[in-house]
């Protein structure tokens, strides 16, 4: 293992458990994972049964990524592994071993919102901000593989993720914004 | 929540996840999709000790067709990769028509078709479809493949007939004789919810005549029932108006359903009849639609 002084990219980060059983320590399964989180490479000792909600929150300490219902109806959780949405409640951390994670937090450069944040505060797509983070990254997914969705193919896309505040008119206006900036920044050819 | 402690393997052939499997016994649980095993392990209502999660295994994403037109669905073949398939778009209308319908978006990139028939729940809609279609599932286990017709392999709600070493690695779909025509509708309260109702219907038709039926029932009963009398009563004729009601009465007195939060029983056989004749009936529709 190397472990690099200095420069966060380079710790090796440990996830202290509360112990409610009572196996010996060395009984305790371990996985060693490496994955890339935002771009960043990242190794992790994770217990099979941690959730990658939890490596993302608790681990990586990238909070924007919420926990809702806790169990696969909500949608707050929606991260993208390898470019395609999944339920960080729903998939057990180890399984990101080689693979590619990107949170809300990946969105923004250091400037620069991404269009879709830009979209959310222009069209009003927001309200207490909870269902947000989700949201946005399955709009992203969609709009990766569908540039130029209809508003039909947007609610469908999004019908994963509950929002409790806004009535998703204006989420909807936000990813349709979103879309229609990211067209005009396109490379033409 | 989080799951009780388990041993996790990411085996990358076949035979070794078989090997892991046959060592874990009845302890030991194939993790798929993860969208009906996570939630099931985080509540606690499953705690295997052991996790084999197939996801690393290589070339078990397809869905393709045989030459002669036989479907074969791989084990890591997603909902969403059978919602966007063109293949099925253009061969399989009830499992096209039911692929969007199944969970919501974001399950539907994890969830598997195979993984769902596994689970064996009375509410799964992949079950139905496939049993509609008179399809099987293809287990491996130490002593190579075996071939289990959807009407045997689930054995009771959540129960399948796989043996704690065997893994199902495909769904296969036989080839139509003739054209095939169908659909499946489901109604359900909101985008994720199981359904309140189910229902598939696939025909192989030569010219007018019905030379196949199957029409299979979701979540109206302990498991999903397949309407024999109601296909019986399709078979050797043309889609007529009195064929299709008998149809319709026929599947609504196979329905077992019962009353809970999803609607009442009435209801619920109501439903299994109308679903049933609309589909039938816009099977009927669809040559003239292609004629003009
Ligand atoms: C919010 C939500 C809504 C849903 N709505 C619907 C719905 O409307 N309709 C519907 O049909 N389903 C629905 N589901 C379930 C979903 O379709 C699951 O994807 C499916 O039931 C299981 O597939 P999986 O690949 O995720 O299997 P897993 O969760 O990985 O496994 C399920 C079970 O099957 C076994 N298994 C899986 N694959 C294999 C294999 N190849 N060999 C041997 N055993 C195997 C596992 O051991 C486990 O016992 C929903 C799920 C969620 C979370
Ligand atoms: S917290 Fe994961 S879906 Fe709600
Ligand atoms: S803004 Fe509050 S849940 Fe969506």
Sequence with gaps: MQRRAGGKGGLIMTIVYSDREDEAAAQVPMRRIKFTVNGEKKIAEVEPRLLLAHLIRQGLRLTGTHTGCDTTNCGACTVLVDGQAVKSCTMLAVQVDGHEIQTVEGLASASELHPLQEGFREEHGLQCGFCTPGMMLAAKALLDRNPDPTEEEVRWALSGNLCRCTGYQNIVKSVLWAAAKLRAQAPAD | ?292
């Design chain 2, 1 to 292: 929540m989080y799951p009780s402690r388990f041993r996790y393997e990411a085996p990358h052939t076949v035979a070794e996840a078989i090997r892991l499997l046959a060592a874990g016994g009845d302890n030991a649980k194939v993790l798929a999709g993860g969208q009906s095993l996570v939630p099931l392990m985080k509540l606690r209502f499953a705690a295997p000790e052991l996790v084999v999660d197939i996801n690393n295994l290589p070339g078990l994403s397809y869905h393709r067709a045989d030459p002669d037109g036989t479907l074969r669905i791989g084990a890591l073949c997603r909902h969403a990769d059978l919602e966007r398939s063109a293949l099925l778009a253009g061969t399989q209308p009830t499992m096209a028509a039911a692929a969007p319908l199944i969970a919501d978006p974001i399950v539907r990139n994890r969830g598997t078709l195979v993984g769902s028939l596994c689970h064996a729940d009375p509410q799964g809609d992949w079950a139905s479809v496939v049993l509609s279609l008179g399809g099987s599932v293809v287990a491996e286990g130490p002593d190579g493949r075996r071939s289990i017709p959807m009407t045997d392999f689930v054995t009771g709600p959540f129960q399948n007939l796989l043996a704690p070493d065997e893994i199902a690695v495909e769904a296969v779909i036989p080839a139509a004789q003739g054209e095939r025509r169908g659909g499946y509708l489901k109604l359900e309260r909101r985008v994720g919810d199981f359904a309140t109702v189910g229902v598939a219907v696939s025909l192989e038709t030569a010219g007018e005549v019905v030379r196949r039926a199957g029409i299979a029932l979701t979540g109206v009963g302990a498991s999903t029932i397949a309407a024999s009398a109601a296909a019986a009563a399709l078979t050797g004729h043309s889609l007529t108006a009195e064929s299709i009601a008998a149809a319709a009465s026929a599947a609504a007195e196979a329905a077992r359903p019962r009353t809970d939060h999803r609607g009442s029983a009435e209801y619920k056989r109501h439903m299994v009849a109308t679903f049933v004749e609309r589909i039938l009936t816009r099977c009927s529709a669809e040559p003239a639609e292609r004629a003009a």
